[in-house]
């Protein structure tokens, strides 16, 4: 089966009318939304399946199909469709994840008022997500990236009659919007300054080397590169979206929406956009590569972010309690190597970490899902324990998931991807810190998995709900064994000996020999955190659920830092919250007070002036109108007395006034 | 006496003002006018008088025909024995007035009671000066004609206040009121009606006006100013309002034995009495002749072709026409009531009279429409004509539901 | 000078004289009529035939119906149109008012040197007369139509009976 | 070529409505009702009657009306469409009837409908006349069935709000006219072509003086304060919250739909064309206040407790995005380079942007109406909570009206938004920049709505609240319809300006 | 004593004038004064009907257009008058125009 570039639009299609069917589906059409849902996006991966298979014919090419939105001046402004190689595997990774996790979730949601809604919702994620990787253009990327968070914001806060959840909801689209902003002007620039926003465009594209050529060679602010300043924008968008420091803290937030939420966006598709933004975008960031004198590196800043990230994401994971907090955190983790990857100029490993993250993430946050299903809402893991026995398929998927992020050696992908990653940091010419915070981060992630499974599976049940936990059914665990095989053998695709992946993405790439060392320091580092996990939580099992964390008891101040995720949230609601509110008021006031005030003196004065005329018109000059007015009335009366009524009399004067005038006139004509 | 020089016409058409030239052609120079106005005088006297005899019988058997019995049928000629349908009714009945007893009531004004009638008499025969009875029959050519028609005509209501009021009879003088109001409301409307007439034909003169009829269409069709909308219009308000100036039915609330007793002439009888019948035809007569004069085309004849008849002919036809229709509107409606009956002049006749009054300044000034606007015109004109009517006419019809009686 | 402008001078003066002297008032109505009549004969003496129609039907059938209408609205219930005749307080003011004005009118035309014209008056039509309205005079003319109009309303509203409400009988 | 009068019959019918209904007797309310509606969607039929006529290649005014009026001053009566008019009449077309519909239960319909009618073929006028005598009938001829419309069907504030309304915006009117009053002085036509090319070639700053006389900046000021004030220009816009809150929700419908946009229409139509020089040279202090209309619009929104209130600052922050395109683009007009293309981009969002914003701004208006209808006219933020649960419909409804208002891509609101930002930048980077901020600002405030009045439990006054029936929703279902539509497929829109838009962009070549 | 057709006509209206004006004088019933007033007025316009026949203009026909208009406005008098005596005695149930003084000052 042949997917050419033009007929890309299906795959993203088909959720959409799965979506459609769901809004407009009465509320009962259960059967009907979820079963659409599912359908169109099993016939999403078949089609994606194709369209790898049609990429993957000629790696290097990037087939495009471009068409006009609409008229703008002289031309149109125009989106496209693109299949590489990167997208291709990227569709398939999302659309079969979202199938199983949408296959999940017809179990897991199954008594949910508004499973309907969910259905439809889940629909329009896949559609924008799918829509996000097929874009040939910035312009059309970001508008799917904005209907990704769409769809995010509006499952996060699926259960909205919970505050924390519409509370959780609105930070999440608010943080990322932050970034948005970047990318948004980091766009208008690159199309302001390139005159197009699509990626291939025979020679015209941003990606393609004359436009980059160009924008390298122009300076803007600080000597920066006008390509290192859009990258940088650029990247605003990919560091919000993908949960990097500083604009993290709503990840584990969004924690407040259904599991396969979750699983799905905050796991392993969505979260990752970022950095398939900037794998896809790579050639814009490593065009300043080529000025040596540049003051800055786009990449660089990069890898700074990422490396941070991976170890903040460690550390706080440390200290949570919360199930999927714990999960959340990882996952800014990862992310944090991806980016790290990225930075280091690796691309093609981020990608390869992104891909086998998103299975054991994704089956990592589904059986959580399970663990939760079964044990009746309880995520606290305090509460959880000794899930082992009832909820076998599960813990042992988990476990499967858990060595992968873990980075078990050999049997699972986690550990392939990651010693990818690690080896690229080593090779980065510029600096060995970023390297340091991974290597950092691997016992950290080594240490926080153990914990978790320990506190979950292991020793009793702690809790109400853990003690009645059942196994879920098998239209939930069927897709758990499918992301645990999935999980444990996908790093076989990339490994130093059979780099197939990394080759297909970049045919320039070349393995460098003499990584075996580095292989072994961190198959000895993550030894060393399972077993540190080991000694503190699966030795002597937790017994109850309101005993103290092993670790608490040994750094009570630092435990309760990292419970408070080191603060970040109360230093945002203290600096960015209070700017707001104040920004806002000083508005309000300026608007109530100085230009409300003008207009009222403004009024003020008018009034003013109407009195002054009044008092003068009422006492003077009426005044002299009265006193006229009174003398005439006086007149008047006293002359009306001559009225006697008598109309005869009247008569007779006027006819003896007449004799009397004609007389004289008569005696004057004679004389 | 006309504008046409005598010898210019046929004999049969000059025949009567011949004979009058024969008359008095033995008199001096300085006396033969007088003489002339006298025989006229005289001539339309004989006439007319004659006329209302034949009348008063002619109605008793129109009545009676439409009624569906015989009328007067039993009168023999005198001397004779002869019974020629009643024709010698009239006689008796003049007899019979001329040998009854004058009757004045105690306490009237016995100068008044006996002014009265004469007056009337004398008024309504006034009016008969200005009427073209033929082409070279005009006893006055008045300048000023129809004005004179209708001041003649409008003193005629002082002698009927006379003799309401010089009866002493209560009756009487609300009669005399009555017919007061009912002939001041009813000359307003009889004068508008026939102020088209006078503003198309730009005279006032009743020759003229005539004159101006004596055209035909086509050669056949008669332009008389009653084939125009304006003119139909206001020939028929001429003829209801003639219809109540004259007291006739269905407007002869004055002198309604049901309403009244017999109005103001209660107190009547003998030659007074028959003087007053006298009048009352005359004036019936008088209208007649002036709404043919004015609307019907005079003594025009309808088609060129019957010209030959003599003028003073096709005038007795049409005025013996109109009146028959006199008598028959007598016999077939019902008499109104003192409000409808006022309510009809001034809701009704006087606004639809003052529109007609636009429409034929409308005519006027559209008299050049040919063509197409021809049609045009008429289409106008008779919108003008008829919307009101059917306007005014839909809220007259709702007025003339149950009257509530303030006092009773 | 003719005989007839001397016999209507005389029968207009007499009756007019009369019908201010009579105390039946209905009679002096009617003699009034008659004087009006007389005038127009004045007028169609003169030569003004169109006015002396018009003062007929103004003045005979219009003013004199209405004056009778008043006298018998106006009408004392007991006495028949009879009122007090002049009384001599009056009178005799009357007289010398009327008289001395006779006098000075009298004295003064007298004593006037007219000229009259010479030429024998031109006929003056109703048509001429009918242009000369409408053209010189179409703004007289239209006022004194809006003045009839005002003052016939004006006569409706004060002679109307008032409303229910209003003091119409101050017994 | 005789044909119908269409534009006439544009502005006329919906006043022959007005005068039907308050001249014939009064008939059932349902009659009122239909023959309104009927008169209001006059506008619509004759605006798609005008859609098949119009050739959008064709840049000069089509369907022209010229007839000689007053000799004396040279005043015609010009009406003329090009795509700019076509686009605000079609909004008009479309809102109108909604905010008619929107009234139906209003007390004394009959008479409501008359105003609102009377209002609508003003507005209608304003957006035709190609005279400014008319126009400025028009244009003072929308300010009384306004002020009625608020004062008499207004909430409790509606005295002291509409008389604030009518005074300050006659207040602008007065420099208005007086700057035409000079005008006409000076270049003896009314006709705002005639003006335009008298402006264009500089022949009109010379007859007032010359360029940078104090004369002409005098007019140029009158004119531009005018028309601030009705758009509303920041800071001038102190009456539109309270104006907007008070009126009933019709009204404020239309008022925030068709009337505001009659300030930014005499913008381009008058003022750009008859100043252009004079524009440049205000342009970045004329650029400041549009960015503080942006800025301080949306916070200013964020501290309303009014919902109404809220809706309407935002209607400020969004006006005030085609205030600064329009700005950028006379500020910059002249330059070299890329120049074009980035006007082009700028005018065409402000267009789109106009009628976006009449869409969703009336649709916002539309659900805070129900949002006080239901609860017996409160209308503060904390009288609300987890409306969502009780009526899903309304609030999927009132979503996509929130999310075209914040610009969301795949809604309309974003492609105007888009071309603004992405023509500004091009002209003056540091403005778009800054504007961004507003885009942010706008979601917050946005969101925090929502999520207090849509989300969390069943408080304050939402127990009870009945969800939206169908019938209810006609009115709100074009609008949303064509968000979609528009957001997915703007060439609908876009086709229609284009090219005037790029014949515009094309007289700004250097001089 | 040469009297001219104009003397006696001038003689005759002023005859008529007395008449009016004694009558007006000296009756006490409204209508008769009304009358007398009208006489009056009459008299008048045989003033102008005879300056405009024996005057050295009879063509223009000056005299007849003010008689005219005299008349019309003589009716409206006319009618005034008599409403005001019918109001008159509907308020004061006689016509006696000595009584009619409420309005005396």
Not at chain 1, 193 to 219: N, R, Y
Not at chain 1, 445 to 465: I, K, N
Not at chain 1, 500 to 523: K, N
Not at chain 1, 646 to 668: E, K, N, Q
Request: aromatic share 12%; charged share 10%.
């Amino acid at each position: 089966m042949r997917v050419p570039a033009h007929l890309l639009w299906l795959i993203p299609a088909l959720p959409l009318l799965a979506a459609g069917i769901g809004a407009f589906a009465p509320r009962t059409a259960r059967r009907t939304t979820a079963g659409s849902a599912i359908a169109a996006m099993a016939i999403s991966f078949l089609l994606s399946c194709g369209a790898l298979v049609t990429a993957l014919r000629d790696p290097a090419v990037h087939a495009v199909h471009n068409f006009a939105w609409f008229d703008l001046g002289h031309g149109a402004l125009r989106l496209g469709w693109l299949l590489d190689p990167l997208t291709a595997l990227m569709g398939v990774m999302v659309t079969l994840v979202g199938l199983l996790i949408f296959i999940f979730s017809a179990g897991y949601m199954a008594e949910d008022a508004n499973f309907k809604q969910f259905f439809c919702f889940l629909s329009l994620f896949g559609a924008a997500m799918l829509g996000l990787l097929v874009a040939n253009s910035l312009l059309l990327l970001f508008i799917c990236w904005e209907l990704v968070g769409l769809a995010s914001y509006l499952l996060i806060g699926f259960w909205f009659h919970q505050p924390s959840a519409a509370a959780a909801a609105k930070k999440a689209f608010i943080t990322t919007r932050i970034g948005d902003l970047g990318l948004l002007v980091g766009l208008l620039w690159l199309y302001d300054a390139t005159g197009s926003l699509l990626f291939f465009d025979g020679g015209e594209g941003v990606l393609e080397a004359g436009p980059l050529a160009a924008l390298s060679a122009q300076t803007t602010v600080g000597g920066l590169a006008v390509s290192t300043a859009i990258g940088l924008l650029i990247f605003c968008g990919a560091a919000g979206k993908s949960g990097q420091f500083p604009l993290h803290v709503w990840l584990p937030d969004a924690m407040e929406g259904p599991t396969p939420v979750s699983a799905l966006i905050h796991a392993a598709t969505m979260v990752a956009a970022g950095v398939f933004l900037i794998a896809r975008v790579y050639p814009l960031l490593a065009a300043d590569l080529t000025l040596p004198s540049a003051p800055l590196h786009a990449l660089s800043v990069v890898a700074t972010i990422g490396a941070i990230t991976a170890l903040l994401g460690a550390v706080i994971a440390v200290g949570q309690n919360d199930i999927k907090r714990i999960l959340a955190f990882s996952t800014v983790s990862q992310l944090g190597y991806m980016m790290l990857a990225l930075g280091v100029g690796s691309w093609v490993t981020a990608i390869f970490h992104l891909l086998t993250h998103a299975f054991f993430k994704a089956l990592l946050f589904l059986g959580a899902g399970s663990v939760i299903h079964a044990a009746h809402h309880e995520q606290d893991i305090r509460r959880l324990g000794g899930l082992r026995a009832p909820l076998r398929v599960t813990f042992a998927t988990f476990a499967v998931g858990m060595m992968a992020l873990a980075g078990v050696p050999f049997l699972f992908s986690g550990f392939w991807s990651k010693e990818a990653i690690l080896h690229a940091a080593h090779g980065w010419s510029v600096s060995q810190l970023p390297f340091a915070a991974g290597l950092i981060a691997v016992v950290l992630t080594a240490f926080y998995t153990t914990r978790l499974v320990a506190e979950v599976f292991l020793g009793t049940p702690r809790g109400e709900g853990a003690a009645r936990a059942q196994e879920s059914p098998a239209v939930m665990t069927v897709p758990l064994v499918l992301l645990a095989v999935c999980a444990a053998l996908l790093g076989f695709i990339g490994t130093p000996w059979w780099p197939w992946l990394q080759r297909t993405l970049d045919p320039t790439f070349a393995t460098e020999p003499g990584g075996f060392g580095l292989m072994a320091v961190s198959i000895v580092l993550v030894a060393t955190g399972l077993g540190a996990g080991w000694a503190l939580y699966a030795r002597i099992p937790r017994s109850s659920a309101g005993e103290a964390d092993p670790v608490e008891r040994r750094a009570p101040r630092l435990f309760a830092a990292l419970a408070d995720r080191l603060g970040f949230d109360e230093l945002y609601a203290a600096t960015v919250g209070r700017l707001n509110a104040w920004t806002a008021a000083f508005a309000d006031a300026l608007d109530r007070r100085v230009w409300d005030g003008t207009v009222r003196l403004l009024a003020g004065l008018g009034l003013f002036t109407g009195q002054v005329t009044r008092e003068t018109d009422e006492n003077l000059i009426n005044g002299g109108f009265d006193a006229a007015s009174g003398g005439l009335r006086s007149g008047g009366r006293a002359y009306s007395r001559g009225q006697s009524g008598d109309t005869h009399s009247y008569l007779r004067y006027i006819a003896i006034g007449f004799t009397l005038i004609a007389l004289a006139v008569l005696l004057g004509v004679r004389r | 006496m006309s504008a046409h020089p005598a010898n210019a016409l046929p004999l049969l058409e000059r025949l009567p003002v011949a004979l009058r030239d024969a008359c008095t052609s033995w008199l001096p120079e300085s006396w033969r006018w007088l003489a002339n106005s006298l025989l006229s005088i005289v001539a339309i006297f004989v006439v007319f008088a004659t006329l209302f005899a034949l009348l008063t019988l002619a109605e008793r058997k129109i009545l009676g025909r439409v009624q569906n019995r015989p009328g007067p049928n039993r009168a023999p000629l005198p001397f004779l024995g002869i019974r020629t349908y009643g024709l010698a009714q009239p006689l008796a009945d003049g007899i019979k007035m001329l040998t009854k007893e004058d009757i004045v009531p105690r306490g009237a004004d016995r100068v008044l009671h006996f002014l009265a009638p004469v007056a009337l008499l004398a008024f309504s025969i006034l009016t008969f000066a200005v009427i073209p009875y033929g082409r070279a029959l005009l006893p006055v050519e008045l300048d000023a004609a129809v004005l004179y028609f209708f001041a003649a005509g409008a003193a005629t209501e002082l002698a009927i206040f006379m003799a309401g009021w010089a009866s002493r009879n209560k009756y009487s003088l609300l009669a005399a009121m009555r017919a007061l109001a009912q002939l001041i409301s009813y000359e307003l409307p009889l004068l508008l009606s026939i102020v088209p007439v006078v503003l198309v034909a730009g005279s006032l003169s009743t020759s003229e006006i005539v004159e101006q009829q004596g055209t035909w269409l086509f050669g056949v069709f008669p332009q008389w100013h009653v084939f125009t909308p304006w003119g139909f219009a206001g020939f028929l308000i001429f003829f209801v309002a003639a219809l109540a100036e004259s007291n006739r039915s269905p407007f002869d609330l004055p002198e309604a034995e049901s309403e009244l007793i017999a109005g103001h002439l209660t107190e009547y009888s003998g030659f007074k009495y028959a003087l007053f019948f006298m009048a009352e035809y005359f004036g019936m007569c008088a209208l007649s002749g002036m709404g043919v004069t004015l609307f019907l085309g005079g003594w025009q004849a309808p088609i060129p072709a019957l010209a030959f008849i003599p003028s003073y002919g096709w005038f007795a036809a049409k005025l013996l026409a109109l009146l028959f229709v006199f008598m028959w509107i007598r016999a077939t409606f019902p008499r109104l009531r003192i409000d409808q009956l006022t309510r009809l002049a001034w809701k009704f006749l006087v606004p639809l009279a003052l529109v007609n009054l636009f429409t034929a300044a409308f005519w006027v000034l559209s008299s050049g429409w040919a063509g197409p606007l021809a049609f045009a015109r008429w289409l106008v004109a008779g919108t003008l004509v008829l919307g009101p009517f059917l306007v005014l006419g839909r809220r007259l019809s709702a007025g003339l539901g149950p009257r509530t009686y303030r006092y009773a | 000078m003719s005989l007839a402008f001397l016999l209507i001078a005389f029968l207009t003066v007499a009756t007019a004289a009369v019908a201010m002297a009579l105390r039946n008032l209905v009679r002096s109505a009617l003699l009034l009529g008659a004087s009006w009549a007389g005038v127009a004969a004045f007028y169609l003496w003169a030569g003004a035939e169109f006015l002396a129609f018009a003062q007929v039907l103004v003045y005979v059938g219009a003013i004199s119906m209405v004056v009778l209408f008043a006298v018998l609205l106006t009408r004392p219930s007991r006495d028949e149109g009879a009122v007090s005749p002049a009384s001599a307080g009056r009178l005799l003011p009357a007289l010398i008012a009327g008289g001395s004005v006779l006098g000075v009118l009298v004295g003064a035309i007298v004593g006037s040197p007219l000229r009259t014209a010479a030429k024998p008056p031109l006929a003056f039509t109703v048509r001429e007369l009918g242009l000369q309205l409408m053209g010189p005079h179409a703004a007289s003319l239209v006022v004194v139509g809006a003045l009839l109009t005002v003052a016939l309303l004006g006569a409706v509203v004060i002679a109307a009976p008032g409303r229910p409400g209003d003091r119409e009988d101050p017994r | 070529m005789s044909r119908l009068p269409l534009l006439s019959l544009l502005v006329f019918l919906p006043w022959f409505g007005a005068a039907a209904l308050a001249l014939l007797p009064r008939l059932s309310e349902a009659a009122h009702r239909r023959f309104a509606l009927a008169a209001s969607l006059s506008t619509l039929a004759v605006a798609l009657a005008l859609l098949r006529g119009f050739d959008p290649a064709r840049t000069a005014p089509q369907f022209v009306e010229k007839h000689a009026w007053i000799g004396a001053l040279n005043v015609n009566y010009h009406l003329g469409l090009d795509g700019l008019s076509l686009i605000l009449v079609l909004l008009t077309g479309l809102v109108a009837p909604a905010a008619l519909g929107a009234s139906f239960r209003s007390g004394e319909f009959r008479g409501f409908a008359a105003f609102f009618l009377t209002l609508q073929g003003a507005a209608l006028g304003v957006f035709l006349a190609l005279d400014f005598f008319h126009w400025f009938i028009f244009w003072e001829l929308s300010l009384i069935p306004a002020y009625f419309l608020i004062k008499i069907w207004g909430g409790p504030g509606a005295t002291r709000a509409a008389y604030q309304f009518v005074i300050y915006t006659i207040g602008g009117s007065a420099f208005l006219l007086l700057g035409f009053a000079s005008l006409f002085s000076a270049a003896g036509t009314f006709d705002f072509q005639q003006l335009a090319q008298l402006g264009a070639d500089g022949s009109l700053a010379r007859k007032l003086g010359g360029d940078g006389s104090w004369w002409l900046q005098a007019v140029f000021l009158g004119v531009l304060l005018g028309l601030a004030v009705k758009v509303p220009l920041w800071p001038f816009h102190t009456w539109l919250p309270p104006a907007y809150a008070e009126a009933p929700t019709g009204a404020s419908m239309f008022l925030t739909a068709v009337m505001s946009k009659m300030g930014v229409y005499g913008f381009l139509r008058i003022l750009w064309p008859i100043f252009p020089r004079e524009l440049q040279a205000a342009a970045p202090w004329l650029m400041v206040l549009a960015l503080g209309g942006v800025l301080l619009g949306a916070w200013g929104a964020m501290r309303q407790t009014d919902l109404k209130r809220m809706v309407a600052y935002s209607s400020v922050n969004h006006l005030s995005y085609c205030l600064l395109a329009l700005f950028a683009v006379a500020h910059a007009s002249g330059k070299s380079g890329a120049f074009s293309e980035a006007a082009t981009a700028a005018l065409s969002g402000t267009l789109l942007q106009m009628f976006n914003h009449g869409l969703s701004a009336a649709a916002l208006f539309f659900c805070v109406g129900v949002l006080e209808e239901r609860s017996g006219n409160r209308r503060g933020v904390d009288d609300f909570g987890g409306v969502r649960t009780v009526a899903p419909l309304f609030a999927a409804l009132t979503g996509v009206a929130m999310f075209s208002s914040l610009g969301l891509p795949g809604l309309n609101g974003f492609v105007g938004e888009f071309l603004i930002f992405r023509g500004v930048f091009g002209l003056a980077p540091w403005a778009a920049a800054i504007a961004a901020l507003g885009l942010l600002a706008t979601a917050i405030f946005l969101l925090t709505f929502w999520q207090r009045v849509f989300h969390g439990p069943v408080v304050g006054a939402t127990p009870g609240f009945k969800d939206l029936t169908l019938a209810e929703a006609v009115p709100l279902l074009p609008a949303t319809a064509l968000m979609v539509i528009l957001g997915v497929y703007p060439q609908l829109l876009a086709g229609l300006i284009n090219p005037l838009v790029t014949a515009w962009a094309g007289q700004l070549t250097p001089p | 004593m040469n009297l001219s057709p104009l003397h006696l006509c001038l003689l005759f209206s002023s005859a008529l004038f007395c008449v009016g004006l004694i009558g007006a004088l000296s009756r006490g019933n409204s209508i008769l004064v009304l009358l007398g007033v009208e006489l009056m007025l009459n008299a008048g316009n045989i003033n102008l009907i005879a300056f405009w026949r024996f005057g050295p203009a009879p063509a223009e026909g000056t005299g007849v257009l003010f008689v005219l208009f005299a008349i019309a406005i003589a009716a409206a008098e006319a009618a005034v008058g008599l409403a005001l005596v019918i109001a008159v005695h509907r308020h004061q149930r006689n016509i006696r125009l000595q009584e009619a003084n409420h309005l005396r000052g």
